[in-house]
Each structure stands twice: as C-alpha cells, then as structure tokens.
C-alpha cells in the first residue's frame, strides 16, 4: 500500500507543480465566461443560467477525458525519456502497482479540478442572477438556493417547475437496434401540462434503404391506444403529435415496426416498456451515479493512454487514442455518414452482394464499433442536465465496453511487462 | 562467519548477452562469456573503454535486461527476483529523477517504495543529506541542481535502503576532485561496514585507489580478472593505466596473429592494393 500511494501522490505531485489542474480551471473558466455572450438566449437569467451549466459541463468532460489522456500518454513519454522507469524497476514495485496508482491518481487529480470549477460555476451563477433584475424576495430565495455549492445543482433547478417555466421533459428511448446496424433513437416527450404528449425521433441510418416506412403502436397493458404509419428519412427529425389523453396512461409500451411498400413487417421491433411515470431517484443518487460514469470515462481513458504508452511512441499512442476516442463518442454518427449518404433508393435492392463498402463494414467497420467504448453513455452530462435519471443499467452497458480496455492494460503489467526488458522499453 | 563472506553476493558465469533486432536478428553482441564473483567487503571495479558492455553487465545484475545465455545469480538468486531489490543499491550512470521533485521528496519517494517506516524514511533522508553534503539544497526542485549535486543525491537514495551490495554505475561522473575524493571516502567506509560495492567506470585512476578487485571488459570480453595487486604481479605493471594498455594491445595482436595471410592479403587490397610495406606493417 505504501509503494501505491507513493506513486500515486507523486502523480498527484507532479500534476499540481505543472499546473495541469490551473490550467484545466483557467480553460474551462474561460469558455464558462465567454460562452453565454457567444451563444444566443432568450436574454433571461434561466436561460443564460442553462447555456452556460449545459455547454460548460458538456467541455468539462471533454477536458477531463483528454486531460486524462494526454497526461497518462505524455507521463509515460516523460518517464521513459528521464529514464525513470530504469530507476523504479530496481525497486520492489510491481507494473500494476505502478499502473492502477497512476489510474486513480488521474481520476483524483481531474475530479479535484472539476470541483474546484464546479465551486466556480455556482459563484458565477450567483452573480449571474445578481445581475438581472428580479425582486428581493426572489434573488433572496434564489440566493438561499444557491449559496452553498452542494445544493446547487443545475437539476434541482430544471425540477423545479416554477423556476423551469413549467416544463419537464422525459426521454423514454433511446436507441433502437433494428437489424442491419440501423440505429434509431426516438424519444417520447411529455409536458405534462396543458401541451399534448408527442414522438420525437430520428432514424439515424438506413443502410440498404433510402427511406423507410414504419407503424409505430402505442399500447397500454397490451391494450393498443394510438397508432401511426409514417415514411422516415434517415437524419431529418420526425414529429408526431399524440392525442394528450394518453399522458394520463402509465405504463405505455412503443411498437416500432418497420415494413416495406407491401406493408409487410420486414423487422419488428419492441421497445422497452414506457413509463410516464419518472424513475424515482435522489439528486445526489444521479449526481453519485454521473459522477461514477465520468470517472469510468477518466479511467478508461487513461487506461488507453498508459497502455498505448507502452507499446507505441508518443505521438502514435496519441493519435490511435483519439481515433478510438473519435469513433467511441461519434459511433452513430460516424456510422450514418459511411453508410447512408449515396445509398441506391431501389425497393429490393440489396447492397450486401456488390458494395464493397460492406466488406469494410463487416471486417472492419463492425468489430471496431464492438470493441470502442460507448463515450456517448459516458458523457453523463445530458442527461443530468435534463434531469433524467441516470439508470444503473448503463453501468452494464458502459461496463462490457470500458472494462476490456482496464483488463487489457492491467493484464499486460501483470503478465507481459514483467517478461519484457525494462531498458529495451526506455 | 568464514563461510558467509566466502559466499559470493554476485556469481555471474559464461554470461553472455546479445542485442536483436526488430526482427529478432543478432545485432550486436554486448558481453561474450563473462564470468566474476563478488564477495562481502569487497569493491569491485567493472573496467573497460565506452561501449565496453559494463552497463549492460550492470543492467543484468539489476534485472533490467536478460541475459542471452550463462548464468547471473545476486544473492544466490535470480537478477530478476523482487526481493533481491530490497538488498541492492544502484546509482545509474544517468540522473534519472523526476526534475519537479526537491532532493529531500526524492528520497521520500524511494524511501516509501522501499516500504520504510515513516520515522526511520524521516531519520534516513536527514542522515544520508547529511552525508552527501546536500543539506543545504534539500528543499530545492532537482531540474535546479547542478550534475555533481544530482550525482550526490543519487548516490544518497542509492543508500536508502542501507543496502548489502551497492552497485554504481560512474559515479563520481560530473564530480569536482573534491566530490571525487568524498565519494571515495564514502565507498572506503562502507566497504569498511562490511558491503560489497560493484563500481562501473572508465576511469582508470579510480579504480587503481579504492578497489580490492578488478574486472577489465573490452568488447565485451573479460580481458583480465583478479585482485588488483595480483593483477599488477602478473603483468608487472605499477598502475591501472599501464595494466589495461598493455592488456590491450595483447588481446589485439592476438586477434591480428588469428588473421591468416589471405585475410591480410584483402585487407591490403581494401587499403589500395597488395603493398608490400603495408602487409609488413600489419603483421608486425
């Protein structure tokens, strides 16, 4: 234990006389302080409030995982050019001693910034509020909210009704896996108000079709209640109105079924079961369960980082990286572009024989999905922002991606660093 | 008693190490059956000119490279054994320490991966600061230290462990005569303390004032291994300058004597074609 927290604070050390967390501060404060005159708002301070807390925590993950990257990639780089590692491998430390202390020093340095920007952010927001001009009793109310960085949170204000103007919105889906890699991500978005519940969603890609018909079947205890047929293009967000009784009913369960100009369901797909009802869950549970995600997220990639260190130079572990980093958090993305742009619009026809594109997808393009981590899942950020429940099951999720990268990088100081010549490495 | 310090700390025997390529190809051959023992209370000195394969000698005995073949045993164990790192003090011929780090943090550092308890690390830092002569700049980040002071607080965390076998690679590399003369006192008084001290240099002088032993290494090959004064015997020579020149020039005219005269005959041709004089002057 003493070796580990050795390394550990000298991590930690050697971070903090860099600078590294000040810098990560002054970044992340400069963007917070920009942001909301670059961005448009309705000019209210809610609005200005939920710009600069959505954007902000949005590039304090992105900062934090490539902080984290750079900083395990450019430590390994330091250690071996100083010719450390010759010097620590003639001490009694084991590689994944050395390894899983790096790991968490990474995650207690960057989680110690993000504090530190968080305190910021609700001081800001205290001033921010200040500035406008609302009544004593409010600012006073508003100030009695905010005033100790624990209990501001950018949900608790979103929950709050009256301070959200009344509007909760719920994102019951999210992807769909159809066959073929098409991937939808429909969202059932409720206002519980006055306004009627309606379907949003957007096919994100078609890869043998041009435009796809689906029947979607709203049903209650296996009772259908509403019932649409509609031709979706992929990327272009569909919108279907629902009849506002239908907020009334809980549990609701979305049919989505996709067929072709014979109406003849080619894939039938069943979603989830929908509750209208929110999952119950604290906010300091969500900010527990989000804080958790994102240190997967830093660990992970830090974990990459350390063992691309290993086996490839600087500036190669650098860029292979961000590549698995680029593909993890733009998979759909990245997927729509390759295969749904110039796609034939030919009713029957199939481009698996002929495009050679589907070799690439098959031999390539798919395992590389496979083995990328969801960085999109880990991005917890959204969903906090939303007020959505951040459930435990995207820990599986995220887990069955994350944890092959953890278990590659220790494995490899377990069991092939200790076999290796330390000097050849340096 | 007796048999303890008749043990060798350090075997290595028939060691021989060869460097590959990417492809797994010989590339250089580094060390060729090399063989020496070291004992309690003893210095020894692993001598030889630049890329003589002293380091790499050092390397093995510290489990940082693996020998090719033959045997390098520390302790009557492996190179590699992790408990044998506890025994073993090393001061590696570069200053290979973290810069944002103070002289005083560097030892603590390799202090707590030695697992020292808190007081005796505390104790053992002042005491070995003390004992370099760095008191004075323990506070202050190594990237400001000069090289002679790096050497000192290498040497220092070198001796953290209060180690049994000592191993030094150059180390009074960057020193000035004074530091020079302080680091031969110190290797003085603790051989005197009963450990063994393996010194790898290219200074001559060095090895002629401090060692009991000597291992002279040219290309890789152990041209000469002994006590010093027996050494000196042997070869009638006064000092370790005369010694290691005249082992030298042996081993070379013993190589050129391995040349037949086809092989003389191309060389010649290499140096502008069968003269005469030239064949002449090789063979002499």
């Known amino acids: ?426 | 008693m007796e048999d303890s310090v008749n043990t060798p700390l350090v075997e290595v025997a028939h060691l021989k190490k060869v460097f590959k390529d990417f492809w797994g190809r010989p590339k250089v051959t580094a060390l060729h059956d090399v063989g020496l023992s070291i004992h309690k209370k003893e210095v020894c000195a692993l001598i030889g000119p630049n890329g003589s394969g002293k380091t790499t000698l050092v390397k093995i005995l510290l489990g940082l490279l693996f020998p090719t073949s033959g045997s390098a045993k520390v302790f009557g164990q492996n190179c590699f054994e992790t408990s044998n790192k506890y025994r073993i003090g090393f001061l590696a011929e570069e200053n290979c320490f973290y810069k944002h780090l103070t002289g005083e943090e560097t030892l603590n550092f390799y202090g707590r991966l030695l697992s020292l308890p808190y007081v005796e690390r505390h104790d053992r830092v002042h005491e070995l600061l003390k004992l370099t002569g760095m008191e004075h700049a323990a506070k202050r980040p190594l990237g400001e230290y000069s090289l002679g002071m790096l050497r000192r607080i290498g040497l220092a965390q070198a001796l953290l462990a209060d180690p049994e076998l000592l191993i030094l690679d150059e180390p009074t590399n960057g020193l000035d005569p004074l530091g020079i003369e302080e680091v031969h006192q110190l290797i003085l008084e603790l051989k005197a303390r009963g450990k063994a001290i393996l010194i790898s240099t290219h200074l001559l002088a060095e090895s002629d004032e401090i060692c009991d032993q000597l291992v002279l290494l040219h290309q890789g090959t152990v041209l000469a291994e002994g006590k010093t004064h027996e050494l000196h015997q042997q070869h009638d020579t006064h000092n370790m300058k005369e010694l290691f020149l005249k082992l030298v020039k042996r081993t070379n005219a013993s190589h050129l004597k391995q040349l037949n005269d086809k092989d003389l005959n191309k060389v010649a041709v290499a140096h502008e074609g069968p003269d005469q004089d030239f064949l002449d002057q090789l063979q002499k």
């Open chain 1, 1 to 426: 234990m003493k070796v580990f927290n050795a390394i550990l604070w000298d991590s930690i050390r050697h971070a903090w006389r860099l600078r590294l967390p000040f810098i990560l501060i002054f970044l992340l404060g400069l963007v917070l302080l920009t942001l909301p005159n670059w961005v448009m708002h309705d000019g209210s301070p809610e609005g200005k409030l939920r710009i600069m807390m959505t954007y902000s925590g949005h590039l304090q993950i992105y900062a934090l995982s490539f902080a984290a990257l750079f900083y395990s990639i450019w430590f390994e780089k330091f250690e071996r050019e100083n010719k450390v590692n010759l010097l620590i491998a003639t001490y009694p430390v084991s590689h994944h001693q050395k390894i899983l202390a790096r790991l968490m020093s990474y995650v207690l340095i960057l989680w110690g910034s993000s504090l530190i920007f968080q305190a910021g952010i609700g001081f800001l927001t205290l001033r921010t509020f200040q500035q406008f001009d609302i009544s004593i009793q409010e600012k006073s109310e508003l100030k009695s909210r905010l005033l100790t960085v624990r209990e501001y949170s950018p949900l608790q204000l979103i929950e709050d009704q009256d301070f959200e103007q009344k509007r909760i919105e719920r994102q019951f889906m999210q992807a769909f896996p159809l066959n073929h890699g098409i991937a939808t991500g429909f969202d059932l978005l409720v206002t519980p108000q006055q306004d009627p519940l309606y379907l949003r969603g957007k096919l994100m890609s078609l890869q043998d079709i041009g435009q796809a018909q689906l029947r979607f079947e709203v049903r209650h205890e296996n009772r259908l209640v509403w019932a649409a047929e509609a031709y979706i293009q992929p990327s272009v967000e569909f919108y279907q109105l629902l009849p506002a009784e239908l907020s009334k009913l809980s549990p609701l369960r979305l049919d989505l079924i996709q067929g072709n100009e014979e109406k003849k369901p080619l894939y039938y797909v069943q979603a989830e079961p929908l509750s209208l009802s929110r999952p119950k869950g604290s906010f300091i549970g969500n900010l527990l369960r989000a804080t958790m995600l994102s240190s997967l997220l830093i660990f992970t990639m830090a974990a990459i980082g350390i063992f691309l260190a290993q086996i490839l130079s600087f500036q190669g572990s650098l860029f292979t990286s961000l590549v698995i980093y680029i593909i993890g958090s733009f998979k759909q993305d990245i997927h729509e572009l390759l295969f749904s742009s110039g796609m034939p619009n030919i009713p029957g026809f199939s481009t698996e024989q002929l495009d050679p594109s589907t070799i690439f997808y098959s031999i390539l393009w798919k395992p590389l999905l496979f083995i990328t981590p969801d960085f999109q899942v880990l991005n917890p950020t959204s969903k906090l922002m939303n007020g959505e429940y951040i459930p435990w099951d995207d820990f599986i999720h995220v887990g069955s991606t994350t944890l092959p990268f953890l278990c590659v990088t220790l494995l490899y100081a377990l069991y092939f660093l200790p076999r290796q010549e330390v000097d050849k490495r340096s």
